[in-house]
């Protein structure tokens, strides 16, 4: 199928941007964006799926919880098809008469200082967003501005991480960045290990605090060129293999591993973060996004990563008692979906003072919840 993005570009006479002027426009651009913590400010959906006329404002860190079906997992196929077609030139709207102007279609803003933008996706279904146009808030478009975000939505990275993939021996040469299963976790750990040595001992020194069962982490590279993650045990050195270890244990150290990137996308979506992580550990889990989506609070100098995460777990929820602006609840009632923000509840502070946020998600209180006959 082809994929094809719409546009307008200044003339193609007009000079174009010296390399100088694109480097300060880009410095500027991302003190900008280090400012803000954001890249996408909001998305509209209009008649895709479930999500018939639906509108939710990011922050820097979002939590979407919700029955299945609400939208959650919508919203993050909707930013992964927005870099997709980000990747192809912008070109001429067609007119073939495929997107009727009463389709599906999403749209997105951005933060400063691309805060000028605005991208919709146009779908020819409700399954199949195939255009992509990017105009001006007012004016022309401008090259340089299109170029500084699009460089942006290249980087956005989504991980559903599969602790099988995560187990088995990774190719060496695969370790720039963790994969999307983070099939190539033990890659990556060596190769930072090898390259970043400082940053690495910061990472081992977290992993031996969250989980104290394991005192090391260690590689055994094998002569097909791939690399086995192995760690050992603090009572009795033994070497455990990535085989042996559990679901929860895997997936803590890609969280780990993610938050101690020292160069990390500037939107990070993760499903389920949650999933096979026992709720004793999920603080944990919270305080590694964080380091994301805060850096300064660790000391970090780096910019923010944008964190989009949905969770179905009430033990993760009550940790953000005291940031309901990170809370987006995804609502449905019959085949029709929206979006809220837990802190615009005029009720919000009579309820914090009635229970835990988990109990009251499960209860039903704060919606986010299955439909009941």
Request: hydrophobic residues 45%.
């Amino acid at each position: 199928m082809s994929h094809r993005n719409a546009g307008s570009w200044p003339g193609g006479g007009q000079a174009r941007e010296t390399t100088a002027g694109r480097l300060r426009a880009r410095l500027a651009s991302d003190t900008a964006v280090a400012q803000t913590g954001r890249v996408i400010a909001s998305v509209v959906f209009r008649n895709f799926k479930a999500l018939r006329d639906a509108r939710v404002a990011l922050a820097p860190f979002n939590l979407l919880i919700g029955p299945n079906g609400s939208g959650k997992t919508s919203l993050i196929e909707a930013v992964l098809r927005l870099c997709a077609l980000a990747r192809l030139p912008l070109g001429i709207p067609p007119a073939d008469g495929r997107h009727r102007a009463d389709g599906p279609e999403i749209e997105f803003n951005f933060t400063a200082p691309y805060d000028g933008l605005e991208a919709t996706l146009r779908c020819v279904s409700e399954n199949v967003c195939d255009l992509l146009q990017v105009v001006p808030r007012a004016g022309a478009l401008r090259e340089e501005d299109w170029t500084g975000l699009r460089s942006r939505l290249l980087r956005v990275r989504s991980y559903l991480l599969d602790h099988y993939a995560m187990a088995a021996p990774a190719m060496l040469a695969n370790g720039t960045e963790l994969a999307g299963n983070g099939g190539n976790l033990a890659a990556v750990l060596a190769a930072r290990a090898r390259a970043q040595p400082a940053v690495f001992a910061q990472f081992r020194a977290e992993v031996t605090r969250v989980l104290p069962e394991y005192d090391d982490l260690r590689f055994a590279e094998r002569t097909d060129g791939t690399v086995e993650l192995r760690v050992r045990l603090a009572d009795g050195g033994e070497i455990v293999t990535a085989q042996n270890l559990s679901q929860g244990t895997l997936y803590t150290l890609a969280m780990l591993a993610l938050a101690f990137d020292p160069a990390p996308p500037p939107v990070v979506c993760i499903e389920e973060i949650d999933r096979g992580i026992h709720p004793r550990l999920l603080r944990e889990v919270r305080d590694a996004l964080y380091r994301l989506s805060h850096p300064q609070a660790t000391g970090l100098t780096r910019a923010p990563v944008q964190v989009i995460a949905t969770t179905q777990s009430p033990y993760l929820l009550d940790l953000f008692r005291d940031h309901p602006e990170e809370i987006i609840i995804a609502e449905k009632h019959g085949r029709a979906a929206t979006f809220s923000r837990l802190s615009d509840r005029a009720d919000l502070a009579e309820l914090l003072t009635e229970g835990s946020l988990g109990d009251m998600w499960f209860a039903g209180i704060l919606g986010g919840v299955p439909e009941e006959k």
